[in-house]
């Protein structure tokens, strides 16, 4: 599988702070990744490098093969990257179909000239066809998004991803708060998504997640990657003790 995300010696510091300190790592194309690592290791620092959200202080951020230097969300969503935050950045009182297209409402012509108007009817289809990618039927697209299920939640942020044709998913804690039921929904629409091709990067806390739906896990501490390790084999206590300890033993790939 080609490469397509590669960091070089990235570090980041915020004056005194060294939040990230000279991590390398890389991804290929179709592979689900899990970045693990206790509160302050430098997990959020990391993704919102990647995201566009924060410029690096130093190193290299190579996507697909070319350097970038994003310097806002809209620049790296649009070379394919898309950033997927616990709040999952949903408007509430829009209708599903709306939050899947919010920022990129498709339009038609009027019968006034040179005027145009919002296209309800191919938003809506489309809406259900990226929903349906990923499994999910909300029989009706026209009630707000706050009616619904955090798993159906979850499946529209991942939907508008997938309408901006993302590449790279990179998703923040998505079974945060969510019950039993609702986890394990939104764990099979991160699968749908591996399923198809599309590169994950993820952050959870939740070790049972992780090794759910990662094939490899990356674990920061102190804003140093210390390690990576396959997935396969793992039991979640022993992730556990790997991020708490930073001793990777003989896991360790690096």
């Keep these: 599988m080609a490469e397509i995300l590669k960091l070089q010696s990235v570090s980041k510091e915020y004056g005194a702070v060294k939040a990230l300190r000279e991590v390398s790592l890389s991804v290929k194309e179709g592979e689900s990744v899990a970045l693990c690592g206790d509160n302050g290791a430098g997990k959020s620092t990391l993704i919102r490098l990647v995201s566009g959200a924060e410029v690096p202080t130093a190193g290299e951020i ?119 039921k609702e986890t394990a929904q939104v764990l099979d629409l991160i699968r749908q998504l591996h399923d198809q091709g599309v590169t994950v990067l993820m952050i959870s806390h939740n070790m049972k997640d992780v090794l759910a739906v990662a094939e490899r896990v990356v674990i920061l501490k102190n804003g140093i990657k210390i390690g990576e390790c396959l997935a396969s084999g793992l039991t979640s206590e022993q992730l556990a003790t790997m991020v708490m300890t930073g001793n990777l033993g003989n896991r360790n790939l690096i």
């Excluded at 994003?70 to 509430?92: C, E, M, N, R, W």
């Excluded at 697209?141 to 979850?154: F, I, K, Y």
């Design 62 to 180: 190579v996507l697909n093969g070319e350097q970038v230097h994003f310097t806002s969300p809209a620049d790296a969503l649009a070379k394919g990257v898309a950033t997927i935050y616990q709040d999952l950045a949903l408007a509430p009182r829009l209708q599903v179909y709306q939050n899947v297209f919010m920022g990129a409402e498709l339009t038609k012509r009027a019968l006034v000239p040179f005027l145009r108007v919002l296209d309800k009817k191919a938003m809506k289809q489309a809406a259900v066809s990226y929903l349906g990618r990923l499994n999910v039927d909300i029989k009706d697209l026209d009630v707000p998004v706050s009616a619904l299920s955090g798993g159906q939640r979850q499946a529209v942020a991942i939907s508008r991803a997938l309408r901006w044709n993302a590449s790279l998913v990179i998703m923040d804690e998505p079974t945060a708060a969510l019950g039993v």
